[in-house]
């Protein structure tokens, strides 16, 4: 009997465990909360007098049932003008705590335009949900026009790979702005013109929040006009690129006058060189041959026949005559032509003796 108590009894635990893990399931999915997500982005900004944007992110990421090591925070440090120059935002006094003030390890990173923070513990993982809170203060994000100052901002950034649940920004207007503010907001990703968002103004302070979720690699931007003279002007630095600088100017320079030399100069250059040395020269008769004999260590010129005998280590006919013909040339001999085809070699002057045939 108690072997069936313990049976029916294990039976009725495994079934309400199903019962009760699909009602948990179907609720969590009617309302988009289920998986890896950030459930609340909110963001706090304040523009100082100054003309510097001190920054408040509180980021609530729910892992799941993952095990992780912690996040990443994508923030681009640079803005483009309307002419498309580049300009670099200067961040400062980063720090990264949880929702109880307890400092987070983080690293922090450049990768192309961006601030990467890599926050989390490399030798422990966690799981379910965690509150991310990060401060930093940013210099050169307003922009100056002629007849009012902005913050343009991206509040949760568009790189994040898990969809945003609520996002929203909470805007703190120099002083003296209050009630003077114009205000817009997009959603969607980079460059999207969807305003699909709340903008809520009061006094001092204006609330912007996106009315959906915002599924991955989508963000919530924040403009926000209030009137000239209320805080400092803090211009970014401009971004000089490498050929923008006189060493960069100089270098291209150089590299459009190697161009045009190679490309035009050079080409035209050949056939005029070609006509003035590389045509072969109108021959006024028989081409002979004019060369310096090989020399000995004792400084005199080697005979053709010593030459012949070096070359194919023989004594034949034509070094020989070859040798006839270089005692003609030095004086010692002379050939006749007798008949056609016949010669005859006449001794013009003595030697006084052998060695004398060899100093020539």
């Not at 920004?169 to 959603?187: E, M, R, V």
Request: aromatic fraction near 12%; charge should be neutral; charged fraction near 20%.
């Amino acid at each position: 009997m108690r072997k069936l108590a313990s049976f029916i009894f294990f039976w009725l635990l495994i079934f309400a465990s199903i019962i009760i893990g699909r009602s948990v399931f179907a609720q969590t999915a009617g309302q988009g909360y289920t998986g890896e997500h950030i459930s609340d982005f909110q963001s706090e900004y304040t523009i100082n007098s100054n003309g510097s944007v001190s920054v408040i992110e509180t980021i609530t990421y729910d892992f799941g049932w993952l095990e992780k090591h912690g996040i990443y925070r994508t923030i681009p440090f640079t803005k483009t003008n309307k002419q498309g120059k580049k300009f670099r935002l200067e961040f400062t006094n980063i720090s990264v705590t949880d929702e109880r003030g307890e400092p987070y390890s983080f690293s922090r990173s450049t990768q192309s335009d961006n601030i990467k923070l890599k926050i989390g513990d490399a030798d422990r993982t966690i799981t379910g949900v965690h509150t991310y809170v990060i401060n930093y203060t940013v210099s050169g994000a307003l922009t100056y026009f002629s007849d009012h100052d902005e913050f343009y901002w991206n509040v949760t950034g568009d790189q994040w790979t898990v969809p945003i649940t609520k996002a929203e920004a909470i805007i703190n207007l120099p002083q003296g702005a209050a009630g003077q503010g114009n205000f817009l907001c997009y959603t969607g990703s980079s460059g999207s013109t969807i305003q699909d968002c709340t903008i809520s103004p009061a006094d001092s302070t204006v609330i912007i929040s996106a009315n959906n979720k915002l599924p991955a690699g989508q963000g919530l931007t924040v403009v926000v006009g209030f009137p000239k003279g209320l805080v400092a002007r803090l211009e970014p630095q401009p971004i000089i690129g490498f050929f923008d600088t006189l060493i960069g100017k100089l270098v291209g320079l150089l590299l459009v006058i190697l161009g045009l030399f190679w490309y035009l100069i050079y080409p035209l250059w050949l056939p005029i060189r070609w006509y003035m040395y590389g045509r072969d020269p109108q021959s006024p008769g028989p081409v002979i041959a004019s060369f310096d004999p090989p020399k000995t260590v004792a400084g005199r010129r080697l005979t053709p026949a010593e030459c012949g005998a070096l070359v194919d280590e023989k004594v034949d006919m034509r070094d020989i005559s070859s040798m006839i013909v270089h005692l003609a040339c030095e004086g010692y001999l002379k050939i006749k032509e007798k008949e056609k085809n016949k010669f005859i070699i006449i001794k013009v002057r003595e030697t006084k003796d052998t060695l004398d045939l060899l100093r020539n």
